[in-house]
């Protein structure tokens, strides 16, 4: 508490600590609210109200039996039950919730503000819930005059609710005090936004990523750089991994104050976990390298037997050991060859090796996660087919590869697909080709020809029906994973499903198994997975690649920054 009493007032506190009087609610004929007292009225005599009603309240003329009873107890249970539960859907805090979500959706401020001072007038109770749309709607960006920022006023009332809630003693909630950060942000206040950040933890509340951002990226923007770091740090200590816009606002502010190794940091930070840059991270590092602070540092002679350890040690890509080289930076656009050539400096990128014992961690995770999410459908049974079958030189997602630039389900494109995996395989096994098992049993499956071929598949041991209800996408991917294989699918895996799986290994995994199919003349081209890494890497000898994030295109080459020393220099055995 004492971090806020500096920068609260005086009477907020006297608020907080104040006993709570309860709210004495009455009518008002003037409210957008239903009468509290009709509802008191309805709840409380709902019996009264089944007894006048005669479909219910009169007793059968003839039974007089105990289940006769039976009946008409249910009966009356039923009718007070949905009387409750009208009571309940008309009641004043549901209403109230259920206007200021239409507020929210709209970004309704003005009428939220309306609905919130007759709900005040009118001694409604609000909650948690309520306050957060409110806060919410105070924090939300507006056009001053043509400038970013919030009004005055807003900004005043945000803070007026928050201090509302105290007096009110409602539990305060992550959301509450992230909305609150905001406020604080806006107010260019990176200090409050920091400090209610701590006073949540205090109070055993968990901030989420959303909760720092007021703070750091208001710090950054102040050119705050060792309180950014500080935030940074209490991200860390939380378990909170800050992502692309967290790690540039930190690279960026790193290279203002000129701090390189803080820059470096945040460089290899980028590498573990976008891999991929936007282009607007891709032009902070730009200005970086271009920087005269860029040009000054780096070692000009250095040990390349412990750069060569470094590489050995990272799994290759990167060495960790520092700047290298020394004098200014050429910085240029490029894009990379089939083989990985830099089309700028010549230098040939490298695949990054996957370490065997993650993808065995990822598969029984997958496993974990397919089992649960398909315990009625039969995914047991699948992994017991799989080692009676497997392994695999090849997965084909059948559905996909099916559909794949065409109107119409395509068992002869999958057909092509097979017997070209089946050319490129070191052992010219069939691959395996999932399908639902509506497709095998039913339409285009049973033309003979299709018929025909899908026996042949399935008497080899190639093909998987997933059953009714499943999802497939389970079975052809945990087929793949298990297998150490291929898969061919044009599926980009980012719904909700391929979220579970985390964004670590998973991208690694996808980016050296995933076959994309390309159309061509002659109908249907494998894209094979590149023989590099599509990664930021930093060279043995000091150099940087970064590359951007592009659309799901094939046809259009990636875009890549690169990074050399205009000078060479020197470096020891």
């Known amino acids: 508490m004492c971090n806020l009493q500096n920068q609260l007032t005086k009477a907020y506190y006297m608020a907080f600590l104040s006993p709570k009087t309860p709210p004495i609610l009455s009518v008002s004929p003037n409210s957008l609210f239903p009468s509290t007292k009709c509802i008191d009225y309805i709840s409380c005599n709902a019996k009264n109200q089944v007894r006048k009603s005669p479909s219910v309240a009169r007793t059968p003329r003839f039974s007089t039996s105990s289940g006769g009873q039976s009946l008409l107890q249910n009966e009356r249970y039923s009718v007070t039950r949905r009387i409750k539960k009208q009571a309940l859907r008309d009641s004043p805090e549901i209403m109230l919730r259920v206007n200021l979500d239409q507020c929210s959706k709209n970004g309704d401020l003005d009428e939220a503000l309306r609905l919130y001072h007759e709900a005040k007038l009118n001694n409604i109770q609000l909650n948690v819930y309520h306050y957060n749309v409110l806060l919410y709607l105070c924090s939300l ?14 900004l005043e009332k945000g803070f007026e609710i928050f201090k509302e809630m105290i007096i009110d003693r409602v539990e305060l909630n992550e959301a509450t005090f992230t909305n609150v950060s905001r406020l ?95 282009e607007e991270t891709a032009a902070v590092v730009e200005d970086w390298f271009l920087s005269e602070r860029a040009a000054e540092v780096g070692l000009e002679n250095w040990d390349t037997g412990k750069i060569k350890k470094g590489v050995l040690k990272g799994g290759g890509g990167w060495h960790g050991q520092g700047w290298l080289g020394g004098g200014d930076w050429r910085v240029v656009g ?104 509506n497709r095998v049993n039913g339409g285009p499956a049973q033309y003979p020809n299709n018929k025909k071929l899908l026996e042949s598949w399935k008497k080899a041991g190639a093909l998987y029906a997933t059953p009714v209800g499943s999802n497939d996408d389970w079975y052809w991917l945990y087929a793949a994973v298990s297998s150490k294989c291929l898969l061919v699918t044009n599926d980009e895996m980012r719904d909700h499903l391929f979220n579970l799986l985390g964004n670590s290994f998973f991208p690694r995994w996808k980016e050296k198994h995933q076959v994309r199919l390309k ?28 590359p951007t994030v592009t659309e799901d295109d094939l046809e259009t080459p990636r875009q890549w920054l690169c990074a050399t020393r205009a000078r060479n220099s020197m470096s020891t055995p």
């Open 184 to 278: 604080a942000a806006a107010k260019e206040d990176p200090e409050l936004a920091f400090n209610l950040i701590k006073k949540m933890k205090d109070q055993g509340i968990g901030p989420k990523l959303r909760s720092y951002g007021p703070a750091l990226f208001g710090f950054c923007k102040k050119g705050m750089a060792d309180e950014a770091y500080e935030v940074d740090s209490h991200m860390v200590d939380n378990q909170v991994s800050a992502e692309e816009s967290e790690l540039s606002a930190l690279l960026k502010v790193s290279s203002d104050v000129k701090r390189e190794e803080k820059v470096y940091e945040m460089m290899h930070r980028l590498r573990a976990t976008t891999r991929q840059v936007s």
């Open 141 to 154: 960006r507006s056009d001053n005059d043509g400038e970013e920022g919030l009004n005055p006023e807003t």
């Open 334 to 437: 490029t894009t990379m060859d089939e083989a990985g050539v830099c089309q700028s400096c010549g230098e040939k990128l490298v695949c990054i090796d996957i370490d065997p014992k993650e993808t065995e961690n990822f598969a029984k995770s997958l496993s974990e996660l397919a089992s649960k999410k398909e315990a009625t459908t039969g995914f047991f049974q699948f992994q017991e087919w799989l080692q009676r079958h497997g392994p695999f030189d090849a997965v084909v997602d059948g559905a996909n590869v099916g559909l794949a630039n065409q109107h119409t389900f395509s068992f002869s494109q999958i057909k092509g697909v097979v017997n070209r995996l089946r050319e490129l395989s070191p052992s010219k096994k069939l691959p395996l080709v999932v399908l639902h098992q």
């Open 519 to 546: 159309p061509s003349s002659d109908g249907i081209r494998l894209h094979m997975p590149p023989p590099y890494s599509i990664v930021i890497q930093e060279s043995e000898q000091g150099s940087w690649h970064i």
